[in-house]
């Protein structure tokens, strides 16, 4: 359980500083393709779930591979985890926003960590809690799903609010969701 607790606090503080730097590297990469596909291209709830996502899908990789002999129930303790994680940031988002009439950068970083902290605290309790013979195919095959979605949706977002850049709709004073990828469009359509 100990190398469970020291996995857990490194997935933490990984996850934590992978994403707060993830946020600003596509612009840091010269607006690369590649690199849009994995971290945020606007400023959009649905890019900012990258943050999430990734940085955990990749954290977790490394733990299954350490610890699944110790802990059988570790896939998918760790799917469940970044699913709940990842669905946390537009539902939080979307909950405060609503209420307040607006978004806040302060309650925008606080979802992110307390996302980052259920995703691992759920993590770690089933690790511990579930038995070897629980199905591990419905959260990993969600995982995959979610995967080709932001594929999928950087290159082509649909025309819903998740999807559009708030900052862009202010400037522009309109809907972003076509708006909101256009350079990332650009490198992608031709």
Request: neutral net charge; proline residues 5%; hydrophobic residues 50%.
């Amino acid at each position: 359980m100990k190398q469970l607790n020291r996995y857990t606090l490194i997935g933490i503080f990984f996850v934590l500083i992978l994403g707060t730097l993830s946020h600003f590297l596509y612009d840091w990469s010269g607006n690369n393709a590649i690199v849009g596909l994995f971290t945020p291209v606007n400023e959009s709830v649905w890019e900012h779930m990258k943050l999430v996502f990734f940085p955990m899908l990749l954290y977790s990789l490394i733990m299954i591979s350490r610890l699944k002999e110790t802990y059988p129930c570790i896939t998918f303790a760790l799917c469940c985890g970044i699913l709940a994680g990842t669905l946390l940031i537009p539902a939080l988002y979307y909950g405060y926003t609503f209420i307040l009439g607006r978004d806040s950068f302060i309650l925008d970083i606080c979802i992110f960590i307390l996302s980052i902290l259920v995703a691992f605290g759920l993590a770690y309790k089933l690790t511990l809690s579930c038995s070897p013979d629980v199905y591990t195919f419905l959260p990993c095959f969600l995982v995959c799903i979610l995967f080709i979605c932001f594929m999928m949706f950087t290159c082509h977002p649909p025309a819903a609010e998740i999807f559009e850049d708030p900052a862009a709709s202010r400037k522009q004073g309109q809907s972003s969701a076509a708006l909101s990828v256009p350079v990332f469009y650009a490198m992608t359509s031709s």
